[in-house]
């Protein structure tokens, strides 16, 4: 069964810095790009990153370019995010997400909410 | 940048059809077959319903389909059943190899 499972996140002062986790199992977790993917309660999906399985190809959304980073630790079987100089509009809940070819596979993990603000 | 443009809200009556539509440029939805479609279920994470445009995942029921003309993409439910109610995003590669999604539609199911 695959297992995507998040941590990291919580209450963060505007231009403050967290990381973000997802371990991953069930699967072989070095053969799949992964995603982040935000959403505010209540609101629509906001595709943040993506990473190639071998950690060499990544990709961001304007919004977070030059202040996220994704990396991944095949070894760890973990994802990660880096979020830098946060914005108040960072604040959402922030999944993991396996691909599946072109799109966005069924699993997902259970989110971890960040807040940004002072 | 800004988000694949999906009306905010559709309703339909049990057994009928309803149609989603999921406008895009040609620097996304018009120029690429990479249109994906997913349902999100209150407190619950996105579900793939169609891929690549209008391929189904194993297990998705046929009910559902997808298509595409222009920058303009689209997901039929046929067969309309109260299950359905939910939100539904689309979403689409960008010629800067970005996933961008649709803004989002709460179907309602009458």
């Known amino acids: 069964e695959v297992q995507l499972v998040e941590s990291g996140g919580g209450l963060v002062q505007p231009g403050g810095s967290l990381r973000l986790s997802c371990a991953a199992s069930g699967f072989t977790f070095s053969n799949y790009w992964m995603h982040w993917v935000r959403q505010v309660p209540g609101k629509g999906l906001v595709w943040i990153s993506r990473?190639?399985?071998?950690?060499?190809?990544?990709n961001y959304a304007d919004s977070v370019k030059g202040r996220f980073t994704i990396s991944r630790d095949n070894a760890k079987n973990t994802l990660y995010l880096q979020m830098n100089s946060l914005r108040a509009e960072d604040t959402a809940v922030y999944y993991c997400?396996?691909?599946?070819?072109?799109?966005?596979?069924?699993?997902w993990g259970q989110g971890t909410p960040v807040t940004v603000s002072s | 940048q800004s988000a694949l443009t999906q009306p905010a809200s559709v309703s339909g009556s049990p057994g009928q059809s309803i149609t989603i539509s999921c406008t895009g440029t040609s620097s996304d939805v018009g120029g690429y077959t990479l249109v994906s479609w997913y349902q999100q279920h209150p407190d619950k994470t996105p579900k793939l319903l169609i891929y690549d445009v209008s391929n189904r995942p194993p297990g998705v029921s046929n009910r559902f389909s997808g298509s595409k003309s222009g920058n303009t993409a689209s997901l039929t439910i046929s067969g309309l059943q109260a299950e359905d109610e939910a939100d539904y995003y689309c979403a689409s590669y960008r010629s800067n190899s970005i996933l961008v999604f649709g803004g989002g539609t709460k179907l309602t199911v009458l």
């Open positions: 997400a396996r691909d599946y070819g072109n799109s966005i596979s069924d699993d």
């Open positions: 990473i190639k399985g071998d950690g060499i190809s990544t």
